[in-house]
């Protein structure tokens, strides 16, 4: 599986971006998708994660409510919609993949990742 994460950009705080993750692969659908975030100087963490049939999802909790994932198997599209942004959410934003039902929440526990797409949000 190969991903190619977009939709990044510059954004005043109070602002939305919706983040894409387009996927290759004929079994996009069986993949458990996640988002990750790398801010400068730190580990990187989990944001958010959405199983195949995208009836289960799962979120950091300092997210819940302005952060939304969900996904298109039809495109091979993962999304992250975020809402409400604060200058802390700046980051790196990665997305992940792996076999299976559960919601991982650990790096390790990936298997595929993109590329990454910087969202900065000012103040």
């Known amino acids: 599986v190969q991903l190619q994460a977009s939709g990044g950009g510059l954004v005043q705080a109070g602002g939305s971006l919706r983040l894409s993750c387009a996927a290759s692969g004929r079994t996009f659908s069986s993949y458990v998708m996640g988002w990750f975030r790398q801010a400068p100087g730190k580990e990187r963490e989990f944001v958010a994660a959405?199983?195949?049939?995208?009836?289960?999802?799962y979120c950091l909790d300092s997210v819940k409510g302005r952060f939304t994932i969900s996904r298109d198997n039809a495109k091979n599209t993962v999304y992250l919609q975020t809402n409400s942004l604060k200058p802390e959410d700046t980051a790196v934003y990665y997305c992940?993949?792996?076999?299976?039902?559960?919601?991982?929440?650990?790096?390790?526990?990936?298997?595929?990742w993109g590329q990454g797409t910087l969202v900065t949000v000012s103040s």
């Open positions: 959405i199983n195949w049939s995208g009836g289960s999802t």
């Open positions: 992940a993949a792996r076999p299976g039902s559960y919601l991982h929440t650990g790096v390790a526990e990936y298997d595929y």
